[in-house]
Nanobody, 124 residues
Framework: VQLQASGGGSVQAGGSLRLSCEAS????????MGWIRQAPGKERESVAA????????FYADSVKGRFTISKDNIRNTVYLQMNSLKPEDTAVYYC??????????????????WGQGTLVTVSA
C-alpha cells in the first residue's frame, strides 16, 4: 500500500488547512487510517483516526473541536480538515494505515504503512 499525502502549507493562527491522503494498492476494507504529527524536537503524536468501515472518529484531546477526519471510500482518500490552527499545531503531518480496525486512537507505532510527511506551519 502506498500513501500520498498533500495539502500542507503555511497559515496564520486561526486559519485553516485541509490535508489529503490517497491510498493506492491493496488497502483493507477492515483497516484504519490516521494522521500523526511530529513537531521539531518532540515525539510523534497521533492526531486522528478513522476506520475504513463504520462511522467512529478518534481524536487527540489537543485537536478535538478543531480538526475533523473524514474519508472517501471510493477514492481511497482520507482527509484532515484543520480549523482554528494554533502555532503549536506546527509539525510535519503524516498519514498512516493499518490492516485492522481501531477502537481507540492508535499510538503511532500501531500503524503498518506510512506516507511521506507534509509540513504545516502556523505563525502567530
Amino acid at each position: 500500500v502506498q500513501l500520498q499525502a498533500s495539502g500542507g502549507g503555511s497559515v496564520q493562527a486561526g486559519g485553516s488547512l485541509r490535508l489529503s491522503c490517497e491510498a493506492s494498492g491493496r488497502t483493507s476494507s477492515n483497516g484504519a487510517m490516521g494522521w500523526i504529527r511530529q513537531a521539531p524536537g518532540k515525539e510523534r503524536e497521533s492526531v486522528a483516526a478513522i476506520n475504513w468501515s463504520g462511522g467512529r472518529l478518534f481524536y487527540a484531546d489537543s485537536v478535538k473541536g478543531r480538526f475533523t477526519i473524514s474519508k472517501d471510500n471510493i477514492r481511497n482518500t482520507v482527509y484532515l480538515q484543520m480549523n482554528s490552527l494554533k502555532p503549536e499545531d506546527t509539525a510535519v503531518y503524516y498519514c498512516a494505515g493499518r490492516i485492522s480496525r481501531v477502537v481507540v486512537l492508535p499510538a503511532p507505532d500501531a500503524y503498518t504503512y506510512w506516507g511521506q510527511g507534509t509540513l504545516v506551519t502556523v505563525s502567530a
